[in-house]
């Protein structure tokens, strides 16, 4: 029997646990790659928060795709896109931005010595991923978050991008769009690491 619900995987490392999960609905029998989401959008959160501080624009009604993985340089926050566009931001603030979107997880694991992570923020980040499914789910059209999913977008067998929502989970594994040249270099150093990320998942999972 095929699982119908859509599985939301937000535990770490996300690069490698929907990897494991994909091979482990596999080994059942049950995998269904439009079923299975790793849940980055506090990457989201994350690019919209800063990039809003940065060019001085209410956060509310921005948006910030970001793609790749979830951990450190496979984070991607594709600024050139983020709406409203703004023209005062200098290579130096886009770097800066960058950085700190891929080290924002990272920053608080550190500050929290132990005792946890980004706890109330993950939650907020999975309450909105989780209503877009719902919604999706509804047939509300033009439902469209970025999620960590199995994908053609590169070479790599899993990428987040921005992915539209229906019925049956993913209806469409959107396209990277128009990239910066700072973007296609951080596309291009992301895919080592990323890949063996997600190698080490399908490893794991097929060991076990
Ligand atoms: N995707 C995201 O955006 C995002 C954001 C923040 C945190 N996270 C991840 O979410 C997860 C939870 O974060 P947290 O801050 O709540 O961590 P935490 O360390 O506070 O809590 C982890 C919990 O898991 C329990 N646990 C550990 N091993 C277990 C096992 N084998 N079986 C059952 N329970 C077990 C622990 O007892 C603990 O209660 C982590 O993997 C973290 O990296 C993801
Ligand atoms: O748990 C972590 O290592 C960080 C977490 O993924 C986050 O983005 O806050």
Redesign the pocket.
């Known amino acids: 029997m095929l699982v119908q619900a859509l599985v939301n995987?937000?535990?770490?490392?996300?690069n490698s646990?929907v990897p494991i999960a994909a091979e482990v609905f596999k080994k059942a029998g049950t995998y269904d790659e439009k079923k299975l989401f790793?849940?980055?959008?506090?990457?989201v959160v994350r690019a919209k928060t800063f990039y809003a501080g940065k060019a001085n624009v209410p956060v509310t009604g921005v948006n910030v795709p970001v793609v790749g993985g979830?951990a450190g340089i496979t984070i991607l926050p594709l600024f050139s896109q983020a709406t409203p566009a703004s023209n005062a931001l200098s290579h130096e603030d886009l770097l800066a931005l960058t950085k700190r979107t891929q080290d924002g997880?990272t920053e608080?694991?550190e500050a929290?010595a132990?005792?946890?992570?980004?706890?109330l923020?993950?939650a907020y980040?999975?309450a909105v991923f989780g209503d877009a499914c719902l919604k999706g789910l509804n047939g509300v059209p033009d439902i469209v978050e970025c999620s960590f999913v199995q994908s053609t977008v590169t070479e790599l067998p899993f990428f987040a991008s921005k992915v539209r929502l229906g019925k049956s989970g993913v209806e469409e594994v959107m396209g990277l769009g128009e990239l910066s040249a700072l973007e296609k270099e951080g596309l291009e150093s992301l895919k080592g690491e990323l890949l063996s990320s997600i190698e080490k998942g399908v490893k794991f999972a097929q060991e076990s």
């Not at 995987?9 to 996300?14: A, E, F, G, R």
Request: hydrophobic share 35%.
């Open positions: 995987m937000i535990s770490n490392p996300v646990t790793g849940v980055t959008t506090l990457d979830h997880g608080v694991v929290k132990g005792k946890g992570s980004a706890t923020s993950m980040a999975g």
